[in-house]
């Protein structure tokens, strides 16, 4: 019996790539034998825009693939720049258009593979490279990521603080696509905007123990709104400890500290008397000082009345930024552990007080509970960012359908410099 065979036309990638002032390349076969033959590309790749040589794109522009005839569909579009970063991008539902849909970088080289298939499903892959052009003159967006790299307690959430203010939802999203956290072990963890300059990042729970966070930048090249374009950024590496917290119970003057979920030591102390009551919820660790000089005329304490004070204050591990700290506190010695006194810090012994400050680092826990004062304000005034439930945190993101958090840090924090 005799068969004749069967003749198939393989989709050559009769390609239209558009990207104003492209200067595209065409590859030739990928050794694959299905995959298209070479080809001339000067008289099968149509450009819009400059075509001579060393032209590049703009990255103003959407990049659109475009398959001539109607003998075949493109099925994926892949394209990717040296940094490794892919463009996000939509085929139309015959196959005959693909554009992307996330900005071009800047200044950069971009590989774009497109697979084809013709009317009988037979496969063809075309390579395609192009460069695009630096933007013109224009504003520079900065990220500065923190804390300094270093080893932190569970606690410590990540921040990016901009040097340009982004109010566009559209906008925060292409600077939160390129923000990456990577932790080991993995964690669930989203960014939040606190506002249109600052964005902190953590996760659902604390960070786990002895967990390796890396942070960095993709916005270099990336444009992020009209005249507004990404700069490269120091990269941030940083790792826990051990989880260590501080449980303070104002109405029964003790503090409890746990490491790694076990009660380590119970602490009497005092806390802030009637009208500086401590402020409730969860704080961090923010720094630690050996002595810090603290005065009543700074939380408004008229000099020469009988509330006011000028003293020499050791073992100080802050808390907030408004001057509320855990430190030595031997004048009151006689009320820890009974009577609250203090004018919002957490007062206790010099020895205990030395002991806690040798014992917990920057991003550690520090809970406070039963007290009559505020709730710690999320925001503005140290790290109270434990404060705000899951839900709501999720909806601080530019990424999901929850409304980002505008609201200022001068709006939310009262400023009390040193409590005593």
Wanted: contains cysteine.
């Amino acid at each position: 019996m005799n068969h004749t065979p069967r003749t198939r036309t393989v989709v050559s990638c009769t390609l239209l790539v558009t990207a104003l002032g492209a200067g595209v390349t065409a590859c030739g076969s990928d050794g694959n034998p299905l995959s298209a033959e070479p080809y001339d590309a000067a008289g099968l790749i149509s450009i819009s825009g400059p075509t001579g040589a060393g032209e590049r794109a703009d990255p103003d522009k959407p990049l659109e693939v475009t398959l001539k005839g109607d003998d075949g569909r493109i099925t994926d579009v892949t394209a990717q720049d040296a940094t490794g970063r892919r463009l996000a991008g939509e085929l139309t539902a015959d196959g005959s258009r693909w554009h992307s849909t996330s900005p071009l970088a800047a200044n950069a080289h971009y590989t774009v593979a497109v697979s084809t298939e013709d009317e009988d499903g037979s496969p063809g892959r075309k390579v395609l490279t192009l460069d695009t052009s630096k933007p013109a003159a224009r504003k520079r967006l900065t990220v500065t990521l923190g804390p300094e790299s270093g080893e932190y307690g569970v606690g410590q959430p990540i921040t990016a603080q901009l040097d340009q203010e982004i109010k566009d939802r559209a906008q925060r999203a292409v600077v939160e696509r390129a923000l990456r956290v990577d932790s080991t072990p993995a964690v669930q963890g989203s960014w939040y905007w606190v506002s249109g300059k600052e964005l902190h990042y953590r996760p659902k729970e604390y960070w786990p123990v002895h967990a390796t966070i890396t942070v960095h930048s993709n916005l270099d090249g990336i444009r992020v709104g009209d005249r507004l374009w990404g700069t490269a950024s120091k990269p941030l590496k940083i790792t826990t400890g051990d989880r260590v917290e501080a449980l303070t119970d104002a109405a029964a003057h003790r503090m409890t500290v746990y490491k790694n979920g076990q009660e380590i030591k119970e602490i009497p102390i005092t806390t802030g008397r009637p009208g500086y009551e401590t402020r409730n919820g969860v704080k961090v660790v923010l720094d630690k000082q050996h002595f810090v000089r603290m005065r009543g005329t700074t939380i408004g304490i008229a000099a020469g009345t009988s509330d006011s004070y000028d003293l020499l204050v050791y073992w100080a591990t802050r808390v907030t930024w408004s001057g509320e700290y855990v430190h030595a506190a031997p004048w009151s010695v006689g009320s820890q552990g009974s009577a609250n006194v203090s004018h919002g810090c957490t007062g206790m012994s010099t020895a205990n007080a030395e002991w806690f400050f040798d014992t917990v680092r920057d991003g550690d826990i520090v809970k406070v509970v039963n007290s009559n004062g505020a709730e710690m304000e999320p925001f503005g005034n140290g790290f109270g960012d434990w404060n705000v439930d899951w839900k709501k945190w999720r909806k601080g993101t530019a990424l999901t359908n929850g409304t980002a958090n505008s609201q200022s840090p001068q709006d939310v924090a009262r400023l009390r410099p040193t409590a005593l």
